[in-house]
């Protein structure tokens, strides 16, 4: 993240500029690495914690933050002027963001998978929270049938009720309608979809078939 006035558009041109990271995270590795794999001069201020590094950019001792890409959009809600500051577009690093459940607890795992999953379905097959009572009663695409409870109970197998499906797009909507709601372009965050995409759209995202 730089500040828009430097008028930087890619990491690329900040060879020899001042960046804050927090020490002894996978962050300051990450950035030492594609500084020398790309031939960059790299100057570090270092902190101890997330905040006294935010402060430490907000407050002009360096020209760049660097973090996790969501994390960046969360601090900058923070600074005295978000607005004033821009998240370059190039991620440096892989650092994928995903769903945890406590070791052994394959059962409620497997709900939080699916459900997930359920999410990505719902998306790409266009079913909304505003039309899934619709698209409920009239689909004729059995695996909607089988995730929304009008075809097979795939709910059974987790311990579930046969319209497990239903419930979590009438309750939370789709996968992108909770990105966008929560993290998205409109919100604060201003989050792009990037590789949070489906799979058909450019992106990452992909849910095994409910089957």
Known sequence: ????????????????????????????????????????????????QPDQTRQAYDGGRCDVYTTDASALASERTQLKNPSDNVILPEIISKEPLGLVVRHGDDRWGGIVRWSFFAMLIAEEKGVTQANVDQMKASTQDPELQRMLGTGDDMGKMMGLSKEWGYHIIKKVGNYGESFERNVGLKTPLGLARGLNELWNKGGLQYAPPIR
């Not at 008028?7 to 020398?36: P, R």
Request: glycine share 6%; proline share 0%; hydrophobic share 40%.
């Open 1 to 48: 993240m730089v500040r828009k006035e430097l008028g930087i558009d890619s990491v690329l041109k900040l060879s020899g500029a001042t960046i804050c990271v927090q020490t002894g995270t996978t962050t300051e590795k990450n950035l030492a690495d594609y500084f020398q794999a790309n031939k960059m001069e790299l100057k570090t201020v270092v902190f101890e």
